[in-house]
C-alpha cells in the first residue's frame, strides 16, 4: 500500500509497500495502537436543542419536515424490495430513484439519515413511524437475500467496479444506505439498524478483501478513482460503536491514498478533481485522526480547509464548478450558473465544524456560519416543501430557477443534493453549541439562532433569542436567559463568538451591567453560579464590507461581493453589473459604511443624510408595485408577472405620496440609459373606489393604459385616456413580494441595484458579484 501516489514516488519521496497481511498486522501492532486524537470540544445532541418556529432556520425545518412527511414508504422501498424478490406495491418514485437509474437508493439512506436527525430534533410522532417502517423494510430485504447486501440494485454493480468497467458510483449509494442505518442507531436508538450495517460491513469487507487477494492492493486503489463517498467516514464510525478490528481495516482501505497523499505534503493539486467525491475523504481522514491520533490526518484536515478557504471558495463559502474545482485563485471566469454544488456546502461545514471542535479557533465558526446562511439556507424554495437546488448560480443575471437542473420537484427528482439537502435542515440545531467537560462545565455558543437548550452537563436551561437583522437597524440582538436545573447549580462557563464581521464597539451585559467585549475574532467568556432570571443581551454591530473574489490576475481586480455581516447580498438585475467606484479610503478599507436607517411609508423612498453609494430600503413596507409596472414615455412595456422580463425596472424612487393612495408621484426607475419615468398617482378616472390612475408628469393629459382584461406577459402603454377611463385605471393588488428587512440599494454606473441576501431569493434574476470601479 502507497500513501504517496506513483507521480509523488517518483520524485523521490520514501517508497514503502506492504500487502494485505501486513496492513492487518499493523493495525494491531503495539505501534499501530488505537489512542483517541485529542482534548475534543464535544456536540451538544439535537434532542436537547429546540428551534424557535418563528426564526428563519425554524421555519426551514418545518418546511423539510413537511417533506418527509410527505414521502411515502412503499414508494422509497420499492426497488429494494424487487432486488429483493418480495412484493413491490405501490410504485417507484421518479429522478434519480427511478428503476432504471444506477444511483437508485441513495435517497433513501439520505432519508434515513435525515428523519433520525429530524426526530431528534422535533420528537415528531408521525415521522418517527414512517422511518422507523422504512428499517423494517429493508431490513426484510437483507434478510430475503441473506448475505449481508443491502441495496436498491444487483450486486453486478460491484461486479463492474472491480473490473474497473463502466458504473455509476454504487459504493456512494451504500455509503449513504449504512449512514443512515447508523444514523437511525445513534439518533433514534434502533438496534435492529446497527445490525443491518455490521452485516453490511462483514459482506462489502469480504468482497475488498477478494480483489485484494485475487489482484492487488494497487488495483483496489485504482478502483477507488469511482465515487465512493464516504465510506471511509461510516466505517470509522462503525469501528468506533463496535470496536471491530475488521471495521477500522475496511476504513483503512476506503481512505484514497493517491489524493490524500497530495495533501499530505501540502500540494494544492485540487485543480481537475471532482469535488463531492473527494471532500467525504477528507471527513473520514478527520474520523481516522480522532480514532487512532494519527496527526498526519489532522494535517491533511487542516492544509485541505485552508487551501479550500484560500484558492477555492467564493463568498457564500462554497466550492466547485459544474462539480470540479478549478485552478486556485482562478475562479473569476467560473462565475456563472453551475456554481456550488449544494452536496459540497454540506460536506465542507463537516471539516469545518470538525476542525473547530480540535482548535477552538474561531475563523472555522465563522467559515461555518457564512456557508450555512449563503450555502445552505439559500437552497430551500422559501417555504415550498421539496423544492431545491442541486447548483447555487453565481453569475451576472442569473436565477436559481435557470440553472441546468433549476429547482427541482418532490418527486421526480432526488438528486444527490436532495439527498444532502434534506439532512442539512434536519441538523440546523447541531452547531449551535459545544462543549467541554470538567469541574466547571464550558458552553461554546458559536451560532446565534433563537432555540431553547437544555445544557445537562451544566444543569441550565438556556434560552437564546435573536431579533431578526435589519438594514434600518445594522445591529444583531441576542438574549440569552437562564434557567437552572437544579435549586443551586454549579458554576458553568460560557463563551459567546464575537464574530470576525462585528466591530469593536460590540456590547454586552449581563443583568444590565456593562461587560468588556474582546475584539472581533475572540470569545466572551464568564464564568459563575447562574441564577433564575439572570439575562445576557449581546448586541453586535453588522456594517457593509466588500470581498474581492479569489482570483490573482489583476485583470479581476474590480469583482467584488458585497456582504452585510454574513449575508451575500445579491443585486437584482439581468445583465448590468458595474457599480460606481466607492470613496478611495473606503476602497483602501474594503468597507462600505450603510446609510442611515430611514422608515419612510409606501411609495416614499429614504434619503440619505451624506453621500453615500448605498440607500437602505424600507424593512416593514411592502415593494410598491402596481398591477403593472408603468412604462417610459412612448414605450410599451410587459406585465409585471412576465417572470424575467429584461425590461423589470430597478426599484423604483418615489415622492411623499399617501401609502397606498393618491397625490403624490411614483418614479420608475429606466432599465438603462433611458430616462426615467415619473407620473402622478391620481383617483381611478373610471370613479370606481380603490382604483388609481397614473398621469405622466412629462406629458400631461397622458395616462397609463392597459386592456380591459389584463393578463401576465401583455403590454401596457402611455396614451390619452378620454376614450376609455377604465383603461387608465388599476387596482393596487397585493404586493408580489415584499423588501427583505436587509436590504439596500447601491449606486452603479448607468443604474441602481437593489441588494437583498441571496438566501431570500426564489427566481428572480440577480448577480452574486460586481465589478467595482473596473
Not at 485529542?38 to 432556520?57: A, C, I, N, T, Y
Not at 435589519?470 to 458554576?491: D, G, H, I, M, N
Not at 410599451?636 to 424612487?653: I, K, M, N, V
Amino acid at each position: 500500500m502507497e500513501l504517496l501516489s506513483r507521480k509523488l514516488m517518483r520524485r523521490g519521496g520514501p517508497r514503502e509497500e506492504f500487502d494485505w497481511a501486513v496492513l492487518y498486522r499493523r493495525i494491531k501492532s503495539p505501534h499501530g495502537q488505537i489512542s483517541a486524537g485529542g482534548d475534543f470540544l464535544q456536540e451538544l445532541s439535537l434532542h436537547d436543542v429546540r428551534l424557535d418556529p418563528d426564526s428563519r432556520h425554524g421555519e426551514a425545518q418545518r418546511t423539510n419536515l413537511e417533506y418527509l412527511l410527505m414521502l411515502d414508504v412503499d414508494q422509497l422501498v420499492w426497488s429494494f424490495r424487487k432486488q429483493a424478490g418480495l412484493q413491490y406495491p405501490g410504485k417507484p418514485y421518479g429522478g434519480w430513484e427511478s428503476p432504471d437509474i444506477e444511483l437508485r437508493g441513495h435517497f433513501v439512506g439520505h432519508y434515513m439519515s435525515a428523519s433520525a436527525k429530524m426526530w431528534a430534533s422535533t420528537h415528531n410522532d408521525t415521522l418517527y413511524q414512517k422511518m422507523s417502517a422504512v428499517v423494517e423494510a429493508l431490513n426484510a430485504c437483507q434478510k430475503k437475500m441473506g448475505t449481508g447486501y443491502l441495496s436498491a440494485f444487483p450486486t453486478e454493480l460491484f461486479d463492474r467496479f472491480e473490473a474497473l468497467r463502466s458504473v455509476w458510483a454504487p459504493y456512494y449509494t451504500i455509503h449513504k444506505i449504512m449512514a443512515g442505518l447508523l444514523d437511525q442507531y445513534l439518533y433514534a436508538g434502533n438496534n435492529e439498524a446497527l445490525q443491518m450495517v455490521v452485516w453490511m460491513a462483514e459482506y462489502f469487507g469480504n468482497r475488498v478483501e477478494n480483489v485484494i487477494k485475487k489482484y492487488t492492493i494497487e488495483r483496489h486503489w485504482t478502483s477507488l478513482n469511482e465515487e465512493t463517498g464516504g465510506m471511509n467516514d461510516v466505517l470509522y464510525n462503525l469501528y468506533s460503536i463496535t470496536g471491530d478490528q475488521k471495521h477500522l481495516k475496511l476504513a483503512h482501505l476506503f481512505d484514497k491514498p493517491c489524493f490524500l497523499g497530495l495533501l499530505a505534503v501540502q500540494s494544492d493539486s485540487l485543480s481537475g478533481f471532482h469535488a463531492n467525491t473527494h471532500i467525504p475523504i477528507v471527513i473520514g481522514a478527520q474520523r481516522r485522526y480522532e480514532i487512532t491520533g494519527d496527526p498526519l490526518y489532522k494535517d491533511i484536515g487542516t492544509y485541505f480547509m485552508d487551501i479550500i478557504n484560500s484558492s477555492h471558495s467564493y463568498a457564500t463559502g462554497g466550492t466547485s464548478f459544474g462539480e470540479f474545482w478549478s485552478d486556485p485563485k482562478h475562479l473569476a471566469e467560473t462565475l456563472k450558473t453551475e456554481n456550488e454544488e449544494s452536496c459540497t456546502t454540506y460536506n465542507m461545514l463537516k471539516v469545518s465544524r470538525n476542525l473547530f471542535r480540535w482548535t477552538r479557533e474561531m475563523s472555522y465558526v465563522d467559515y461555518y456560519e457564512r456557508a450555512m446562511t449563503n450555502g445552505v439556507l439559500s437552497i430551500q424554495r422559501g417555504t415550498d416543501p421539496g423544492i431545491m437546488i442541486y447548483m447555487l448560480p453565481l453569475g451576472v443575471g442569473v436565477s436559481k430557477a435557470k440553472s441546468y437542473h433549476g429547482w427541482g420537484t418532490q418527486f421526480s427528482s432526488f438528486w444527490c443534493c436532495y439527498g444532502t439537502g434534506i439532512e442539512s435542515f434536519s441538523k440546523l440545531g447541531d452547531s449551535i453549541y459545544f462543549e467541554k467537560g470538567g469541574s466547571t462545565p464550558s458552553l461554546y455558543i458559536v451560532q446565534y439562532v433563537s432555540n431553547s437548550l437544555n445544557w445537562k452537563s451544566g444543569g441550565i436551561r438556556l434560552g437564546q433569542k435573536v431579533e431578526p437583522l435589519a438594514s434600518s437597524e445594522p445591529y444583531l440582538r441576542v438574549t440569552l436567559t437562564f434557567s437552572p436545573v437544579k435549586a443551586a447549580a454549579q458554576s458553568s462557563e460560557l463563551n459567546l463568538r464575537i464574530p470576525f464581521w462585528t466591530r469593536s464597539d460590540a456590547k454586552a451585559a449581563l443583568n444590565d451591567e456593562s461587560l468588556n467585549v474582546p475584539l472581533p475574532g475572540n470569545f466572551l467568556s464568564i464564568t459563575r453560579k447562574w441564577s433564575p432570571g439572570d439575562k445576557l443581551i449581546l448586541q453586535l454591530p453588522v456594517g457593509l464590507r466588500m470581498e474581492a473574489i479569489e482570483d490573482e490576475r489583476p485583470e479581476y481586480a474590480s469583482v467584488q461581493a458585497i456582504l452585510f455581516g454574513p449575508y451575500l447580498l445579491a443585486g437584482l438585475s439581468k445583465t448590468d453589473w458595474q457599480l460606481s467606484p466607492a470613496a478611495p479610503s473606503l476602497r483602501r478599507t474594503g468597507s462600505l459604511p450603510p446609510s442611515p436607517a430611514v422608515a419612510p411609508p409606501l411609495w416614499s423612498s429614504p434619503t440619505p443624510t451624506a453621500p453615500s453609494p448605498w440607500r437602505s430600503y424600507p424593512a416593514r413596507d411592502p415593494m410598491p408595485r402596481p398591477r403593472h409596472f408603468p412604462p417610459r414615455p412612448g414605450e410599451p412595456l410587459a406585465g409585471a408577472g412576465a417572470a424575467g422580463d429584461a425590461r423589470t425596472p430597478r426599484p423604483p424612487r418615489h415622492g411623499s405620496g399617501g401609502a397606498a393612495g393618491t397625490g403624490g408621484v411614483l418614479t420608475v426607475a429606466a432599465a438603462g440609459a433611458a430616462a426615467d419615468s415619473t407620473f402622478r398617482v391620481v383617483a381611478g378616472l373610471d370613479g370606481k373606489n380603490g382604483t388609481v390612475s397614473f398621469e405622466s408628469l412629462g406629458r400631461p393629459g397622458c395616462y397609463i393604459l392597459g386592456a380591459a382584461a389584463f393578463s401576465p406577459g401583455e403590454s401596457v402603454r402611455l396614451g390619452a385616456a378620454a376614450a376609455s377611463p377604465a383603461a387608465a385605471s388599476f387596482s393596487l393588488n397585493a404586493p408580489m413580494r415584499g423588501y427583505n428587512p436587509i436590504s439596500f440599494v447601491a449606486k452603479g454606473a448607468t443604474r441602481d441595484f437593489l441588494l437583498e441576501p441571496l438566501m431570500s431569493l426564489k427566481d428572480e434574476s440577480y448577480t452574486a458579484y460586481f465589478s467595482i470601479g473596473g
